[in-house]
DNA sequence: AATGAATGAGGATTCATTCAT
DNA sequence: GATGAATGAATCCTCATTCAT
């Protein structure tokens, strides 16, 4: 009949804790991906059916909506830190890392914008007043830093000279990174860091 | 049949037809406040409460949740085209209208990304194919003309010279455009127009 | 924009009093069409759409949703009374009319129920118990009487010999009368007569 | 983002997966006196409260409107079918089944309805155009299959001698069934097929 | 530790009915 | 008398979150 959860379905064996940190990999992994695809306003249990795992899982790992797109980010930003740390790091090649997660991934645009309200405008309360998760507030300082500190000592032509122009920088390309696919987003970022005379490195996801 | 209301209850008065024109003016004028603050997924209830209408009405001025955001978004549009049109029109004077926009109005922003997809990365397809509504395409081209327009015959120095270029400059500018308050997000939009060099006048709402 | 009410349109000039009788007419018209399209559940609004003319004037000639479905119903059933009291009247020639009557008409059907509830086993009450609007039931008798004054005086092999047999015969073809078409509706309430061992005269609507 | 319950409120106990294949059949049943009673028409969410579950468990059993109603529909079939496979099944047996279901089961009359058209005339599309649902029309053949299966190999007096036939007293005994009270309804139903001819076993549902 | 069913609030949408003009 | 805009209750449906197993 209705091929429905008449649950004498098979479950699919507890396959123990050894998978957990397997699932939450996962997870992080799935959701970037329905992210991508479907916004940051996809449903939940998207991800937890990509990630192939049941809902409860999913909040087993991360107790609530902002935490599973955090976590994402979290890899975004600790990309950058790991290539803003790497030994003859340069800005440009830590830009080009950041323009690679700009083309990539949602989660990693809306941080950026996270110190004004989750969405663009986003607001929660009924009264309009914004807020800012935690969580999101420190990944975007964890965020800044790293890019400041690949800053020259010194002012140098053709370069923000303060950590306030490179974030509203940041932020400006990531305006022009639209698209249907990355490969047209990732022109229109190029043509962006262009456009402030600004020079970016080769636009590559920072392994180690 | 279907049993109804037909309540004996008290009715909140019926303002009568002559309010039609006045209450679509009222939509679109509450669609614009909720969307800046709540973003362009907001309820719909919530700007037909704001307008003071019953929910009924916002669905016989607008049949689908893209048509009071398109409505938003022609007025914007509008005053853009206006301005662009009038007399002593100059490119930095229409920035500064444009500027005005997206400081106010998310929907305008929005616009920005909608050749690319209804939201950032937003698809809608289980496929995650993208698509565009007619409505929206056929604004942002509008705006594009406008725009377009006011550009210099010859190329100056300090002002892209193609069309291209100012689109994805409006684009960047957009993405500077966060924070709480308006002022707020006025600041960081002259920032973002400076570190283009670009310059921009005085930003206001155009009024002919 | 919006091709929608904005209210500045042309009003369909007031037709004055004399158009109230041919507004019913039309709106009977109008609800026995759609009535056969789209079933007795069909959205009023479509009914006075149809008829050309506003809901307000449904209601003022109508008061409340059964009231529209009877008067169709009144029609049918006037037809089938004046085929009765025909001249030379035969109850094969009156079966002919019910006939017609029952392949054009839903609500004619839903009339047959109506001492039942108005849809099949349709209730109203919380409770689950029924209610026969007077109209419909008065109908329901009117169409019974008109039927039962065919009946010969005596007996007559192949023919039932009771009003209540007739009557539950006429619900049983009812109940025949599925189809896409009318025509396929008529050829299956043939069958069902022919299966009763009942001649019908020509499926026909009375005309005088 | 979307806000939800959250709630801290109590929630009234999640009986657990365990109450799934409960909660399928509570639903199935209370959809088969919902529809007995309020017709096939009526909403969903009574349906829900009457199985003593949440909105959303009758959505997770069936995804839409036509699913429940086929479900019920389903065990309707299977004991027609079951009658008919029983060893010493006879036509006059079968029937008494089919006339349980007739009197008991709104959906189940439906059915009979089905390769017409959903409702009784009902249309779907704009154009009037009528649609069978596949899975109806599934349950339509295989209901006269097993009934076709009971025909007797020759002809005998008195008893329809094609398929045809039978599906078609059928559906005029289901014309029959009207009233208030499964009694009622019953009553007429054995009117119906003695106006027919033909003879009907006990009206019984069938336990294996 | 995992599973996925259950819950129910919330948002979308439709339509009977009223009523200012 | 007619018009059709306005109202809002009711229904549909989705999905965040909890929790029995």
């Known amino acids: ?84 740390a790497d030994e003859g790091a340069t800005l440009a090649g830590v830009l080009g890392v950041v323009t690679w ?8 645009i809306g941080l950026l914008h996270a110190d004004g309200a989750s969405g663009r405008f986003h607001a929660d309360g009924e009264d309009g007043r914004f807020h800012t998760h935690a969580l999101a507030r420190d990944l975007s300082e964890r965020f800044e830093r790293a890019l400041r500190g690949c800053l020259p000592d010194g002012h140098r032509p053709g370069v923000p000279d303060a950590s306030d122009d490179l974030m509203l920088a940041v932020a400006m ?13 990732e022109r229109r970022a190029l043509a962006a860091w262009r456009l402030l005379g600004i020079t970016v490195g080769p636009v590559t996801a920072f392994e180690g």
């Open 173 to 185: 390309v990531s305006g022009a990174v639209i698209g249907p696919t990355p490969e047209e987003r």
């Open 101 to 108: 997660h700009l083309v990539r991934s949602a989660a990693f």
């Open 1 to 84: 009949m209705t091929k429905h959860p008449t649950s004498d379905e098979r479950r699919p064996a507890n396959r123990g804790p050894k998978a957990a940190a397997g699932n939450r990999a996962a997870l992080v992994a799935a959701a970037r991906e329905i992210y991508a695809v479907h916004g940051l306003d996809a449903p939940l249990s998207r991800i937890a059916r990509k990630a192939g795992v049941g809902q409860g899982v999913l909040y087993r790992h991360f107790p609530d909506r902002d935490a599973i797109a955090s976590a994402v980010l979290e890899e975004n930003v600790r990309q950058v830190e790991q290539a803003a």
